[in-house]
């Protein structure tokens, strides 16, 4: 599996391991990348061979790779000739263990777990609520900039999140 570096998704995990999917990165066979800290959820995409892609799609759960794995193949990861920086994981999926160079060229290795279930974005996200009073849909959304800090760091976005939000007026769209 390889991930370009400025996406640096294991921003948005915790470091603690004792909540196993908020310290580890999910990766499925569609070519992503999802963590979260229970606050934020990132995604981003990573190439997979084709062996890493029939593997995980064999297996019952997509693989949480613990997020050390992410770092350290960051830290070793070296320039393509196009000038981007690619980090490498191997994956062995049915070994459950994921092995990266690190920068000193010594070889990493975590292990993983595919049984283990990863949060769902409705998990993390708030629910809308039905307004007594008027009958329309409201979404409560608290901006918290430590978050969203992490968050750019974690989908390669050095500019900053930006939000957009649209609502439909029950009219149909122009142009």
Known sequence: ???????????VTLAAERRYAFSSVQVTAAGTASATDGHALAVV?????????AAIAAA???????????????AGAKKTRFGER???ISLDVP??????????????????DLAKPFPSAAAILSES??????GEMSVEIALNP??????????????GIRLVFRVSTGGTRQG
């Open 60 to 74: 019952t759960s997509a693989p949480l790779i613990p997020a050390t794995a992410f770092r350290g193949a960051a």
């Open 129 to 134: 609520t039905q307004d007594p009073i008027e």
């Open 86 to 88: 690619l980090a490498d």
């Open 95 to 112: 070994g459950n263990i994921a092995r990266w160079k690190a920068k000193d060229g010594t070889e990493g290795a975590a292990a993983f």
């Open 146 to 159: 430590t978050i969203l800090a992490s968050l750019a760091a974690a989908i390669g976005s050095p500019e």
């Open 1 to 11: 599996m390889k991930i370009e570096t400025r996406f640096k998704i294991a921003e």
């Open 45 to 53: 995409p990573v190439a997979l061979d084709d062996d890493e892609k």
